[in-house]
């Protein structure tokens, strides 16, 4: 029966049929928490083959670059995460029925088409001219749509609300998701300041110590 299917099975059927796939494995309460971490491992993957392994003609910055992990990780990781707490934060008060890990599994299951998208899309600039990169472009382009299609698709399900009040959701999820990334910018930075300051403090007294 469809109903009797091992966890790639299920992330295979929320991917190709979204409208029922993601009602069927809520009613069924599937869904693995280790598929999803795997899943933003490989988008953390995806995003460092698009930013550093492109085709010369596409990506000729890269290769005299100094490459940095870090913005790269917050552009999957830390927008991933931000993403979950932001939807739970605001669909808490909005009646969702969604709880923090079910969120968490269907915004990853979403990110699948997006992932597939943009490696193949990646591995095409190494086959393809400037002139064609319209091919380029749209694979990229519909592994990326069909992810927000997920998405919505997902988000309704989870919570159980209409298409208006899933879609008003979603945006309040990126205000919520902008809100939390400047609190962890100016902790940060608060954060630096005080080890500065202590920092300046042990250097001052170990100079005068040794004076």
Not at 48 to 66: E, P, Q, S
Not at 94 to 107: F, H, K, P, T, V
Not at 134 to 163: D, E, N, P, R
Request: glycine share 4%; net charge neutral.
């Amino acid at each position: 029966m469809i109903y009797d299917m091992t966890p790639l099975q299920w992330l295979s059927h929320v991917i190709f049929h979204p409208f029922e796939g993601y009602e069927d494995m809520r009613w069924k309460k599937q869904g693995s928490v280790a598929i999803s971490a795997a899943i933003v491992f490989f988008l953390f993957v995806a995003q460092v083959v698009n930013v550093r392994l492109g085709g010369f003609a596409y990506n000729m910055l890269a290769y005299y670059d100094i490459f940095n992990v870090v913005p790269i990780l917050v552009q999957s990781v830390v927008y991933y995460l931000t993403w979950v707490v932001a939807n739970w934060s605001f669909c808490t008060l909005l009646d969702g029925e969604g709880n923090m890990r079910r969120i968490a599994i269907y915004s990853a299951y979403a990110l699948v088409p997006y992932i597939v998208g943009s490696i193949l899309s990646t591995i095409l600039t190494y086959f393809v001219t400037l002139n064609e990169s319209i091919w380029v472009t749209s694979i990229s382009q519909i592994g990326l749509w069909w992810s927000v299609v997920l998405m919505v698709m997902g988000m309704k399900a989870c919570h159980q609300y209409s298409f208006t009040k899933t879609i008003v959701c979603m945006i309040l999820t990126v205000v919520g998701m902008l809100l939390i990334l400047c609190l962890l910018v100016l902790v940060m930075s608060l954060f630096q300041q005080v080890w500065l300051f202590f920092f300046t403090i042990y250097t001052e007294i170990m100079y005068r110590v040794r004076s």
